[in-house]
């Protein structure tokens, strides 16, 4: 199938960014005193917690997993889970499987995700949407519905537009020279609109590691807008 133009740029874009990607990252997180495994590893974390009956999923996609920063924690997190990896850029996931090999199945996104309806048990999706142009939404949540089971659950996690130091960071990071924030209430009307539900919405990444001793408040902070980053979970409506 024929790329739209918002495809292809965004391949061109990721493709020419994935050799630098690792190290960009780490310089422009390195105002928080952490590195970006930390922030990996948070999420990887969070998502799992999430599953609060402790029933983790069996089949899981990555959308948009970038150079692999993520696999290395859903081992950790998800051990019986088959993860598949999907990403735009052909150079990415060829770094990602240079960085760790093993038994993850790659999917390179073209106008669609290359798999049958109801293939994934779970989505996850980290700090992509903001690279997607938000007319283009609405497309890929519907893509993302029809490749998620019945009452499959998928997890968004994006920056803050809200938080300024979030805003700050990315202003001057070059990985997000074409990004466009999104409120986390946005795109939750977008998920409602387009066949989810149950979706909730929660802030993450209150403090900085000079104030990590204050972490532990962090799960009482969900519902506070100011959180450097938001997580938007939500169901597929049968």
């Known amino acids: 199938m024929k790329k739209n133009r918002f495809d292809t740029k965004l391949e061109a874009e990721f493709d020419l960014l994935a050799d630098e990607y690792y190290s960009q990252h780490k310089a422009n997180v390195a105002i928080t005193g952490e590195d970006p495994e930390y922030f990996s590893k948070y999420k990887i974390a969070d998502f799992a917690k999430s599953f609060k009956d402790g029933v983790l999923p069996k089949k899981i996609l990555d959308f948009g997993s970038g150079i692999g920063n993520s696999i290395q924690y859903f081992r950790e997190y998800f ?13 990415s996931i060829e770094l990602s499987k240079t960085r760790f090999p093993g038994d993850e199945v790659y999917l390179q996104i073209d106008d669609l995700i290359p798999m049958p309806d109801h293939s994934f048990d779970a989505v996850f999706s980290a700090c992509v949407f903001h690279h997607i142009p938000h007319e283009e939404h609405a497309k890929w949540i519907i893509e993302l519905r029809r490749v998620t ?22 202003n001057t990071c070059p990985l997000d020279a074409n990004a ?32 990590r001793s204050l972490r532990f408040l962090e799960p009482y902070l969900r519902k506070i807008f100011l959180g450097a980053q938001w997580r938007l979970t939500a169901k597929n409506r049968p």
């Open 149 to 170: 089971r019945p009452d499959g659950v998928l997890a968004i996690y994006e920056h803050n537009p809200l938080n300024p130091l979030t805003v700050a960071a990315v």
């Open 180 to 211: 466009r924030l999104i409120r986390a209430g946005m795109m939750q009307q977008d998920l409602i609109k387009n066949g989810w539900k149950d979706t909730n919405i929660e802030y993450k990444l209150f403090f900085p590691a000079a104030l």
């Open 79 to 91: 051990p019986n889970s088959h993860l598949h990896c999907a990403d735009v850029s052909a150079r």
